[in-house]
């Protein structure tokens, strides 16, 4: 199996900064893409940026340009640097990852289970 555990939320006042983690430990054989979500009040899960092994990286259109997904392959764990932090940016935080344990023969997808990031005024 595969546990990913994420760290780094918490509170932030409105245009400041925080740094997200996400270490991915266990029966590991490899993984793949890796992403983080957020989910905040009353809203839908969405995809907030992803990156792949290679290092090639997406993002949602709302955070371009002021949030960096990047990974450290060898420790096996993903960052998120978001700064300029909006209000309604307020949300659970979701690590994913696309993972084959070391008794698997498939990919699966694996989470974490979140870390809150509040927004405030």
């Known amino acids: 199996q595969v546990q990913l555990v994420e760290s780094g939320g918490g509170v932030v006042q409105a245009g400041g900064s925080l740094r997200l983690s996400c270490a991915a430990s266990?029966?590991?054989?490899?993984?793949?893409?890796m992403s983080w979500y957020r989910q905040g009040p009353g809203k839908q899960r969405e995809l907030v940026a992803a990156?792949?092994?290679?290092?090639?990286?997406n993002y949602a259109d709302s955070v371009k340009g002021r949030f960096t997904i990047s990974r450290d392959n060898a420790k096996n764990t993903v960052y998120l640097q978001m700064n300029s932090l909006e209000l309604e940016e307020t949300a659970v935080y979701y690590c994913?990852?696309?993972?084959?344990?070391?008794?698997?023969?498939?990919?699966?997808?694996?989470w974490g289970q979140g870390t809150q990031v509040t927004v405030s005024s």
């Open positions: 990156i792949t092994r290679g290092g090639n990286t």
């Open positions: 266990g029966s590991i054989f490899s993984i793949n893409d």
């Open positions: 994913a990852a696309g993972a084959r344990a070391t008794t698997a023969v498939d990919l699966k997808e694996y």
